[in-house]
């Protein structure tokens, strides 16, 4: 769904004209800020297969810090494998990575674990891997990275649109006060279920990781 579709579902909702542009009055500018409150907060309600990549790093020699490109600082490590090895790396802490790669001392050889670092120069997340490598390995990060605030009308939701809007409405409803109709705290309960349904259809296709997390 896009940006302009799903401000229109919410507008409807609220009882509101529709508008042919997210950014043409400044009321449609604040729904436009709610739906990406809303995204965000249906973003991080589960881990979506809609937001799933893989990132690889091309080591170098005696370099253990590299950046995940394109990531921001909003993204989350499912699993990181040595393709070069052949083996899945560990997460370790920081404080065991300080221990072992500066006051151990410890030897360059194939990255067999992995921790996070900070933000490079670009905003993107860094991880330090170790042992430092001793030369070229293909790591690969599988990644959960979340959307960007939507912004233009044809800008497209990767998630399931229905826990957006219903959501979206929620929040309209509660910073307008509203109580004629169906009340706030009825519109959250909505929002509720079609997210427990949008998790459960999306869960279906990872069994081994089914979980569910309410807004």
Known sequence: MTYLNLMNNVLRRLREEETTSVT??????????????AKK???????????????????????????LTDCG????VMCVLNDTSNVFMEYQSKDWFNEQLYINNAATGAPMYYTYNGLDASGDTQVLVGPTPD????????????????????????IPSQPVVHLAVALLARERGETGGTSTAEYFGIADRYLSDAIAIDAAKHPEEMYFRTI
């Not at 907060?41 to 005696?62: K, P, Q, Y």
């Not at 390995?137 to 960007?148: A, E, M, P």
């Open 24 to 37: 043409s009055t400044t009321y449609n500018k604040m729904v436009g800020d709610f739906i990406n409150d």
């Open 41 to 67: 907060l249906v973003e991080e309600s589960n881990d979506w297969s809609a937001l799933r990549s893989t990132i690889t790093v091309s080591t170098t020699a005696d370099d253990n810090t590299y950046s």
């Open 73 to 76: 600082d909003n993204v989350k």
């Open 135 to 158: 030369g070229v390995y293909s790591l690969r990060f599988d990644v959960i990275k979340r959307q960007g605030d939507l912004s233009a009308n044809t800008d497209t939701l990767l």
